[in-house]
């Protein structure tokens, strides 16, 4: 899994986890507002970006690896998830509370649909649209890509394989808050934009039921992108989270 790292090493990490069908570029327009010392950790997930070539195999398999990087720092991290990547923050601060001082959590579908089959079913025949152009970029504006980094998404985007589309949108579908999430001890902060889809500001209401001294924010003026929409509040907010 391809990762980069920047600032101080020894300062206390955070980890940066980006969703499903973009890679770790998408944080560096909030990036650029955190200090510059600042020890972060950006990667590409598998089968994504320049991870591509690894294919994307469960969630939990995905943690597994996540739990390697921060070993290595050899302290508790914050880390911080859009989307797929809020997902996968919950899930490590549930298998791995001891790597995890506090988690941002943005955006995290939490609440598993039913009706899975026919949903991957048109997906599956309609994959190859994230290779057209034109598709990408009218996904490309759902997301708020800033325009700076649409050649990014578009990259990202062509090199999306069928099978890791087809297993990142079957786990993200199914996704519900996993039994440790609710004895996790540390700090949790909930983010949703007041003008995503009632499943998501529902999904975001469980996380925080399932964890009750978690802190829930609905973000106003934002939908399904707030790290590239308020890129500099997120940055503000992550930092005041982190000084507790």
Known sequence: ?????????????????????????????????????????????????RSAAQSYASHRATVDLLARILEKEGRPATVVGFSLGAQLAVLLAAVRPELVERTVVISAQALRLRMTGPTLALLGATAGLARN????????????????????????????????????????????????????????????GAAEKKLMRRSAAALHAALPHSTLEVVDGCGHGIPLQRPEWLAQRIEEARRG
């Not at 986890?17 to 570029?25: D, Q, S, T, Y």
């Not at 990202?156 to 996790?184: I, K, Q």
């Open 133 to 192: 152009e034109r598709f990408a970029r009218l996904q490309a504006r759902e997301l708020f890509v800033p325009e700076p980094h649409l050649a990014d998404y578009l990259q990202t985007s062509s090199s999306l394989s069928r099978e890791t589309l087809l297993t990142s949108v079957e786990e993200n579908l199914r996704f519900a808050p996993p039994a440790g999430w609710s004895t996790f001890p540390g700090a949790a902060l909930i983010l949703v």
């Open 1 to 49: 899994m391809h990762l980069e790292t920047f600032g101080r090493t020894g300062e206390p990490p955070l980890l940066l986890l980006h969703g499903g069908g973009v890679a770790g570029w998408m944080w560096e327009p909030m990036r650029a507002h955190l200090p510059p010392h600042a020890r972060v950790l950006v990667p590409d997930l598998p089968g994504h970006g």
